[in-house]
């Protein structure tokens, strides 16, 4: 269930986007056709909407598979007419990272009848409308479209030209046909299995069935189909929790040609001649999907150690490299235990984020910066590194001397690559936004293995020092300088927890901030006395300082989360979907960037080019209207517009251009020349 939700959640909330002025054309252009302009009165008319896609563009089926949305449509008739139903043609089928998509890649038809009433004088006019709202889509992007078609019919004598009952006719061709004998399927261990009657006499190609109702078999996984003399039997994985009364779709028997039916629970015979396994490719599509997020994510983890928002923790990491040059068992069980603690720290957000977005909450990565109380903690564990950096007090898993050869050593190590996980992946870098959007969509497992290859990106530079002893000959040797660099490097610690401090304020106020300030001061006192009494060797030396520690961790839990901050930022016009598609339809250049407090990618973006002088000069001149989106705290509109974009955090920095067309996607990494050259 999770694909089907997750994706449908993304492309759903993209559907159902309120529709202004259009910013663009229709990629998929819709027309309003009837088989014959003067109906007669009594009788029936067939009307069809013809849907023709841009090259590279695709619409959906009724029932999309795992994302995707159906054509919906809204009438307005005369009095007495009636409109039946959208009918669908055999759709294709299509995979894009790992999802099953039921679409159609070329010009297709929707046909319905109408019915006219009886009585109507020959002549009168019937004035037909209809809005069409429909998803429009590529491998990389989709667009909610709409249409206000309109025919006038004139009561007649419903003769039709032979050109357009030819027209008509090919329409009614795509349409599967019903099924003249009932079907049977039956659930057993997981896997669902379909018996269609169809004579063994038939050439059916490649069979592959459509499900009408989501909920019922998982949509990637291949379908086997099996020929048992009259019938053919369809293997396919069943969802969880799927138990139907009853199972309606389509059977593709090939070239076009499709049967619709309804199957009852019923025996369902074994064995036969497997004649297909269907699905597109997608098995091996689906393993080649994973195994590039994997190491996209693999890549996006190791840049992520020289981008800005992991700097902070430099600390942290040097210090374990220096620790690394030992021994090299040694080296080894700390590279181990580095890792383990950063893989476990991914894995578990990750799957904390799936949780979350399974239950409906808009949430992307990074989410758990957007509460005040954990950035608190955060700023409170922060502060603590700092001061045990600083030399206030010692604990064995994170000091130096005589205890690193024993087991405090790879405790510290797992300790520090859990902290630098959580904090070094609040912000997306290079190859992380593809990876970590594609794991949104993914199943469960898959989702969890690019999470873990993030986890084991930012920790492989540690894993090679552990195991490659050329690099370990080429560290500083331990000794008395180790010290010193430790007091130097409390420094961007303490940085870092200032920082913390300002992002607590802006996300919940003044008066939470200074609690936080309490909290640390608390924490530090705590700290302090603990230290003091370790340096007389006094026993028990921390069971004073517990209460100040305890008590510091209460003022988390008790944090107000109010969001008090600015809605509208100082360097451009706050983010809006219909805002934008007002600018879009003006055709005037827009610069759109995604940020967020706890993001210090975004914050040194903004300060070294987006807030430059010269940036806003030339904007200025051009007339490129800045749009900013402030994430900082998890709103949904912009976790759904990331989403949209196949992206799971900050930043995300997209410019329009004035003549309209898809936006440019900038690097994560900006100059002030990159923007100032933006046309």
């Known amino acids: 269930m999770l694909i089907r939700f997750l994706a449908g959640l993304i492309l759903f909330c993209a559907g159902s986007l309120p529709f202004g002025a259009e910013a663009a054309p229709n990629h998929i252009h819709a027309e309003l056709v009837a088989e014959t302009s003067r109906p007669a009165a009594g009788k029936s008319v067939s009307l069809a909407f013809v849907m023709k896609p841009d090259a590279g563009w695709h619409g959906y089926w009724k029932n999309p598979g795992d994302a995707g949305m159906e054509t919906r449509v809204a009438w307005t008739l005369p009095q007495g007419v009636r409109a039946g139903e959208l009918l669908y043609p055999v759709p294709d089928r299509l995979l894009i990272a790992g999802l099953m998509n039921y679409v159609y890649e070329h010009e297709y038809a929707h046909p319905l009848r109408f019915d006219i009433p009886a009585g109507l004088t020959p002549g009168t006019m019937l004035p037909i409308r209809a809005r069409l709202d429909w998803l429009a889509c590529t491998n990389e992007i989709c667009v909610p ?71 019922v078999l998982q949509y990637a996984p291949p379908q086997t189909v099996r020929r048992n003399g009259d019938r053919l039997v369809i293997e396919a994985a069943v969802k969880a929790g799927a138990g139907p009364r009853f199972v309606e779709g389509v059977l593709e028997l090939g070239q076009g040609l499709g049967v619709s039916l309804r199957a009852e629970p019923g025996p369902v015979p074994k064995g036969g001649t497997v004649i297909a396994t269907a699905a597109n490719g997608s098995k091996a599509g689906f393993i080649a999907t994973i195994l590039l997020s994997f190491g996209a994510a693999v ?117 520090t690559g859990m902290l630098a996980a959580f904090v070094a992946t609040p912000c997306t870098g290079p190859f992380m936004a593809g990876a970590l959007g594609a794991a949104l969509l993914l199943p469960g497992a898959a989702a969890l293995a690019i999470f873990g290859g993030l986890g084991l990106g930012i920790a492989l530079p540690f894993v090679l020092l552990g195991f490659v002893p050329a690099l370990r000959s080429r560290l500083p040797r331990p000794g008395a300088w180790m010290e010193t660099a430790r007091k130097i490097l409390s420094v961007p610690m303490f ?25 640390v001061a608390m924490a530090a006192l705590g700290l302090w006395w603990g230290g003091e009494r370790q340096r007389r060797g006094l026993g028990g030396a921390w069971l004073p300082a517990l209460p100040l520690l305890v008590a510091a961790l209460t003022l988390v839990a008790i944090l107000p989360q109010e969001r008090t901050m600015a809605t509208t930022p100082s360097s451009g016009e706050a983010f809006s979907e219909g805002r934008l598609a007002a600018l879009r339809a003006e055709r005037r250049p827009v610069f759109l960037y995604f940020t967020a407090d706890w993001c210090l990618t975004c914050k040194v973006n903004e300060k070294a080019a987006i807030e430059r002088t010269e940036v806003s000069e030339a904007f200025a001149r051009k007339g490129i209207v800045t749009m900013v989106g402030d994430w900082t705290r998890g709103e949904p509109a912009i976790s759904r517009f990331l989403a949209e974009r196949g992206r799971a955090g900050v930043p995300l920095y997209l410019f329009y251009p004035a003549g309209g067309g898809e936006p440019v996607e900038l690097p994560q990494v900006l100059t002030p020349s990159m923007l100032v050259e933006l046309q």
Not at 197 to 204: E, K, M, N, R, T
């Open 145 to 215: 479209e709409k249409a206000e078609l309109a025919i006038d019919l004139v009561v007649g004598d419903g003769a039709i030209a032979s050109a357009d009952r030819v027209r008509f006719d090919g329409f009614r061709a795509a349409l599967p046909r019903p099924l003249d004998r009932a079907a049977m399927f039956s659930i057993e261990s997981g896997q669902f299995r379909l018996a269609v009657p169809i004579p063994s006499g038939l050439d059916v190609g490649e069979p592959y069935f459509y499900p009408l109702a989501d909920g």
């Open 299 to 415: 890549l996006g983890g190791i840049i992520l150690n020289i981008m800005p928002c992991v700097f902070p923790i430099i600390s942290l990491k040097a210090l374990s490299l220096a620790r690394a040059g030992e021994t090299a068992q040694h080296a080894r069980r700390e590279a181990l235990a580095y890792a383990a603690g950063v893989i476990v720290v991914c894995a578990a957000l990750g799957a904390i984020l799936l949780l979350l977005r399974s239950g409906g909450e808009a949430v992307g990565w990074a989410f758990q910066l957007q509460d005040p109380r954990v950035s608190l903690l955060l700023l409170l564990l922060v502060s603590t590194i700092g001061f045990n950096l600083a030399g206030l007090f010692e604990l064995p898993n994170l000091s130096f001397g005589g205890r690193l050869a024993d087991s405090g050593g790879i405790g510290g190590a797992f300790w």
């Open 495 to 519: 940085a870092t927890a200032v920082g913390l401090a300002w992002i607590v304020g802006r996300q919940a106020g003044v008066n939470a901030m200074a609690l936080s300030l309490v909290a």
